[in-house]
């Protein structure tokens, strides 16, 4: 076979690889697309579509005469001076400077103990932290609930039995610290196994290096362990104003054991919830629920800048 044969297959075969790889990188991305699509699909219809027609919504009004007429930013207006809301906000807002740092320092002091490897039945006691995360919140409500009953539960009954006064887990000065204490039992294991995973993923060389500069555990834990898991600090933060200021489970079966104490807007996601389903106040609701969501927004995004801003200085 002469040379030149030889010359003119060579392109062709390349050609032909060419375009065999093209024809593959072509069916695993169509793969890939199928593989992603439902997720896209069940995102597309259960949260982008209402979220368009709440934002609908939000922009119209009921009126007795004339029916649903166009209110513009009239809904939004009436949210920013509706004490109620505001009151439900702020309530929320000192819910989260109380409750979040101590929920998040426990899970972070739980991790690293866990991580030290100087604890015995490590998955034992992990999993019993982690359990009360894995009962479901209208369940630990209800629970609760019966421990903080005045009446029949066991402080109210053991405090009766030694001659002292009820403790008013349900009263008025002590209700946002009976149901931050719901929220910290229930969330302590869940931001523990992120935080936990974290350290996890640490080189362990570091620690050995630290150990022969003669660095104790509490030293390599503050120097070493917690700078390292900022990323995850941050997302459990981040995690905790979201859930914060979308509570809702507690207070509304808190509601009927106490219903002096919690109003129908001692959250902003119950109010949202009583002006939709009780007082089929729709659109108001759905002005409500975006305006809580940009609140989410402006919150979380500040606590990511201010983490953003404290690595750069250090």
């Not at 009004?61 to 007429?69: D, F, H, I, N």
């Not at 369940?139 to 001659?163: T, V």
């Not at 902003?268 to 009780?278: D, E, G, K, V």
Request: contains cysteine; aromatic residues 12%; positive net charge.
């Amino acid at each position: 076979m002469s040379q030149t044969a030889v010359a003119r297959r060579r392109p062709r075969a390349v050609e032909m690889q060419t375009r065999k790889r093209g024809g593959l990188k072509r069916r695993q991305a169509i793969a890939s697309y199928c593989l992603v699509a439902p997720f896209f699909l069940v995102f597309l219809t259960m949260l982008v579509l209402p979220l368009f027609y709440s934002g609908y919504l939000s922009l119209f009004r009921e009126q007795l005469v004339g029916g649903t007429v166009f209110a513009g930013v009239g809904n939004y207006v009436r949210a920013l001076q509706d004490h109620v809301f505001l009151g439900g906000v702020l309530r929320m807002a000192q819910f989260l400077v109380i409750q979040v740092p101590i929920m998040l320092s426990l899970a972070l002091v739980f991790a690293l103990a866990l991580d030290s490897g100087r604890l015995r039945m490590q998955r034992i006691i992990r999993l019993t932290i982690f359990v009360p995360y894995a009962v479901p919140g209208v369940i630990a409500a209800l629970m609760w609930g019966y421990l903080y009953g005045p009446n029949f539960g066991p402080f109210a009954q053991g405090a009766r039995a030694i001659g002292l006064p009820t403790p008013p887990f349900l009263g008025n000065e002590w209700m946002l610290g009976s149901i931050m204490n719901i929220v910290t039992w229930s969330f302590v294991g869940y931001n523990m196994i992120i935080l936990h995973a974290a350290l996890r993923s640490i080189p362990t060389e570091l620690y050995e290096a630290a150990r022969v500069d003669g660095a104790g555990e509490f030293r390599v834990a503050w120097s070493i362990k917690i700078p390292a898991i900022r990323p995850a600090l941050l997302l459990t933060t981040i995690f905790s104003v979201i859930g914060t200021f979308q509570l809702f489970n507690e207070p509304n079966l808190l509601r009927i054991l106490a219903p002096n104490v919690i109003g129908v807007g001692y959250t902003p996601n119950l109010y949202a919830y009583n002006l939709a389903f009780i007082n089929q106040d729709i659109n108001y609701a759905a002005a409500i629920a975006f305006l809580l969501g940009i609140v989410i927004m402006i919150v979380s995004y500040a606590v990511q800048l201010g983490v953003l801003r404290r690595e750069r200085r250090s």
